[in-house]
């Protein structure tokens, strides 16, 4: 996908999520209008409540951006944070966080984000936080790498010669240079997230509130939509969730790209 | 690092960090009954009656409702306001019941409280009871007796160290059902490996031979493989699951959907292949990435310019170079398979583990997801030291001094 597809791909959703906030996606169930199979009316079809597919899977997108935004920030301010703490001061904040960082690591994503989920009682909140909880540790990994080694560059010497506190050095000096870095690691985040809030809410602990993809798919896979020939939902759902990765995705591979170089085939 | 997680679970799950560990494993809409069963479960309270007390409100119709508010048990009437507020510190139950007798016999119109109870239950601390019910609402209706239990309470630290020593000797408790959840796990796990094991070493093989020669040719065939796994990893497994499950069903017949019953190895089929066609992408992503690193050293550029073939090269010199990351992939990726799929085993209603625990999340179990979570991280932690080990055993480079590294 060209940058400017992936751009555009992503301002179409912001628009769906202002409009579906707005509440222009809603409508009211009507059970005589169920399973109502695609016209120009609904393109999509109708649900077992007689609501507009597309209009649900449109409305999905507030959710999915919420929690991709949300989730990610929490990933990558945490990850950032903790990152530059561990590695320019070193020591014992840096052995604390390796430790803690370790711990999160050392249980199962998607266990953890379960759990978190449940403790959490689910909900657009829960799904932020666990998702975000869970998700800092590459964050922060990767950063504290890149910090100890822009620690002896020149410029921060220069920086600490000048008299300039760690503070200012890690928000003048250190974030502009780790900015490309935290740029992918917020894409990557938000990607997990919005597949994350899907299974989540497939699972019965994350969205319960207003229309979600994750949603969609469990009332899909509940009444058996393929198994009486009706993919419009399945596939409706499936292309919107895809079509956001995918312009995220590709916005991340272009930022990854800048900072590696191409490679030659071998044969 | 494994009595660190279960401490952090243990405070997560059961200090109260996030609400009432008890509401979280009783579910919102328990009885006060449920509750107060909840925390006897979870060792929040020892010695644990379930009917310590009946209580039965005579008199005009009315509903009043007891609750725990500050550690005093609080009466309110029917508009919330508060009718009278009972110590529970330092009194004996038979204190509160005759403070709760006098309090609806005080109300206009006057009632009154029949109590069912043995007399040495009266004699325990009415700490108890606000112990047992927690944040429960219980309420008092003309012909609706309610039961109050009573329990002695634990503190937070005696808590955690009983849990330690309890994971310490595997015992996991019983889950909701009243199973032994180490003897579920292993029984349940077992079948999730039996079609997680093979898919994912087939889904390895495959992944690997098809990266080593994107990497090696790249090409049209290159772009198209990336091109889909890109596609194929952006489509949620939510929704790719159901379509391969009826194409390799219902469509082309190659596989029965019936319930678990021998013979098993169709049933274990299906899931292995839906897993392979689901997870094969993102590998075939990882490994590609890595020959492609490790194609560009120098020294497989030397073997290029020396004039050996392709096949030499991807085979006699790429693939055995990539060996040590790969299967340090492959280490610390086995011990999940345990845990199996989530999605699979609920699609073909396989009872595995991993239908176990979303049967415990829809059931708020919170000590069969303990266990669990616990378990899968020992596993990890073995499988990354073996990793390691391993790692260092292919790659001499791994095992060079520090010193001499540099």
């Known amino acids: 996908m060209s940058r400017r597809l992936a751009l555009a791909a992503l301002a179409a959703y912001a628009l769906c999520a202002v409009v579906a906030a707005a509440g222009a996606f809603v409508s009211a169930p009507d059970l005589a209008a169920a399973w109502a199979p695609p016209s120009a009316g609904n393109w999509l079809g109708t ?13 999905g997108a507030r959710v999915a951006l919420l929690v991709g935004l949300l989730a990610g920030g929490i990933a990558t301010v945490l990850g950032a944070a903790l990152g530059i703490c561990a590695g320019w001061n070193g020591g014992l904040a840096d052995r604390a966080i390796f430790a803690a960082s370790a711990l999160v690591s050392a249980v199962p994503g998607v266990l953890l984000v379960l759990v978190l989920g449940f403790l959490f ?27 100890l080694r822009l620690r002896g560059a020149d410029f921060v010497v220069a920086a600490r010669a000048g008299g300039a506190g760690g503070g200012r050095i890690a928000l003048r000096h250190l974030l502009p240079n780790l900015a490309p870095l935290l740029g992918v690691q917020f894409a990557l985040a938000f990607v997990f997230a919005v597949k994350a809030e899907i299974v989540l809410t497939f699972l019965g ?63 | 690092m494994l009595a660190c997680a279960a401490v952090l679970l243990f405070l997560l799950l059961e200090s109260g960090v996030a609400g009432d560990p008890a509401r979280a494993e009783a579910g919102p809409r328990a009885t006060p009954a449920e509750l107060a069963a909840a925390r006897a479960r979870l060792g929040m309270v020892k010695d644990f009656l379930p009917d310590a007390l009946r209580l039965e409100l005579a008199g005009p119709p009315r509903r009043l409702n007891l609750r725990v508010e500050d550690g005093d048990l609080v009466l309110r009437d029917a ?4 009718q009278a507020r009972l110590p529970l510190r330092g009194e004996s139950l038979q204190f509160a019941v005759t403070r709760m007798r006098a309090a609806i016999e005080g109300l206009d119109p006057p009632g009154a409280l029949v109590v069912q109870a043995e007399a040495a239950v009266l004699d325990l601390p009415a700490s108890g009871l606000g112990a047992a019910l927690g944040d ?53 796990g077992a079948r999730s490996l039996a079609y997680a094991l093979p898919a994912f070493l087939a889904t390895t093989a495959l992944a690997f031979a098809l990266a080593l020669w994107c990497a090696a040719r790249r090409g049209w065939l ?7 796994s890109a596609v194929v990893m952006s489509v949620s497994a939510i929704a790719l699951v159901p379509l391969i499950r009826r194409a390799l069903t219902a469509d082309l ?56 073939p392709p096949r030499r090269l991807l085979w006699g010199h790429l693939a055995p170079n990539l060996a040590a990351p790969v299967l340090a992939h492959v280490a610390v990726t086995l011990p999940y398979l345990f845990l199996g799929s989530l999605l699979l085993e609920r699609a073909y ?36 030291a073996l990793a390691g080990a391993l790692a260092a055993a292919l790659d001499p480079r791994l095992r060079a001094p520090a010193s001499e590294a540099a």
């Open chain 2, 253 to 308: 017949g190659l596989f029965p959907l019936r319930p678990w019953s021998p013979p098993y190895a169709p049933l274990l089929a299906l899931p292995a292949l839906t897993w392979l066609l689901i997870a094969l992408w993102p590998e075939l992503r990882l490994y590609r990435t890595l020959a492609v690193e490790e194609s560009e050293r120098p020294w497989l550029r030397a073997a290029r310019a020396r004039g050996l």
């Open chain 2, 222 to 228: 290159d772009r198209a493989l990336m091109t889909a």
């Open chain 2, 79 to 82: 508009l919330d306001a508060e």
């Open chain 1, 121 to 147: 009682g689910g909900g657009t909140l829960g799904v932020f936080l666990a998702v975000g909880l869970c998700s800092w540790v590459g964050t922060s990994r990767l950063v504290r790498a890149e910090t």
């Open chain 2, 349 to 384: 209603d396989l009872p595995g583990l991993g239908e176990y625990l979303t049967d415990a999340l829809a059931a708020h179990d919170a000590r069969a997801l303990e266990a669990a979570t616990l378990i899968a991280a020992a596993a990890f932690l073995v499988a990354h």
């Open chain 1, 205 to 267: 602990v994350g969205v319960v509130e207003g229309p979600s993809w994750g949603r969609m798919l469990a009332d899909a896979w509940g009444f058996g939509d393929l198994d009486h020939g009706r993919w419009t939902r399945l596939a409706g759902v499936s292309a919107a969730a895809a079509g956001l990765v995918l312009a995220v995705q590709s916005l991340a591979d272009r930022l990854r790209d800048r900072a590696a170089p191409g490679s030659a085939p071998l044969a």
């Open chain 1, 47 to 59: 649900d077992q409540l007689g609501r507009d597919v597309l209009a649900q899977a449109l409305a």
């Open chain 2, 136 to 188: 429960a609402r219980v309420d008092l209706e003309p012909g609706f007796p309610a039961t109050l239990a009573w329990g002695r309470p634990v503190p937070l630290p005696q808590r955690v160290g009983a849990r330690l020593a309890a994971v310490a000797r595997l015992d996991f408790g019983l889950d909701r059902a009243g199973r032994p959840i180490l003897g579920e796990i292993a029984r349940r």
